[in-house]
Nanobody
Framework: HVQLVESGGGSVQPGGSLRLSCAASGDTAHLYCMAWFRQTPGKEREGVATINPSGTLTYYADSVKGRFTISRNSANNTLYLQMNNLKPEDTAMYYC?????????????????????WGQGTQVTVS
């Protein structure tokens, strides 16, 4: 079981930047697909970005392409989401997620269908 703890959320003005972090516990975190999801009240959780275990392949939702960058540091089991040029529609609770293990490609469909562990979330507000 992998425990996930997000941090880095906050309030920013449109056009600003934030960097989210997700610290993963356990020796096996580096084996999993990881992803960032977000959710606003009354809406379903939306996949934002995914990354494969080696950190070499990423996928992004169309709404964040060119603005967000997902990365991971296996040495310290930390997942990141660099968010630039933030827009009011990016306002949401952001969640760190683990998914399938021992796979080379972590598509958004795969991660959405097979989430495994969720963090408690960190709030991002853009206004």
């Amino acid at each position: 079981h992998v425990q996930l703890v997000e941090s880095g959320g906050g309030s920013v003005q449109p056009g600003g930047s934030l960097r989210l972090s997700c610290a993963a516990s356990g020796d096996t975190a580096h084996l999993y697909c990881m992803a960032w999801f977000r959710q606003t009240p009354g809406k379903e959780r939306e996949g934002v970005a995914t990354i494969n275990p080696s950190g070499t392949l990423t996928y992004y939702a169309d709404s964040v392409k060119g603005r967000f960058t997902i990365s991971r540091n296996s040495a310290n089991n930390t997942l990141y989401l660099q968010m630039n040029n933030l827009k009011p529609e990016d306002t949401a609770m952001y969640y760190c997620v683990t998914s399938a293990s021992f796979v080379a490609v972590c598509t958004m469909d795969l991660v959405t269908a097979r989430p495994k562990n969720w963090g408690q979330g960190t709030q991002v507000t853009v206004s």
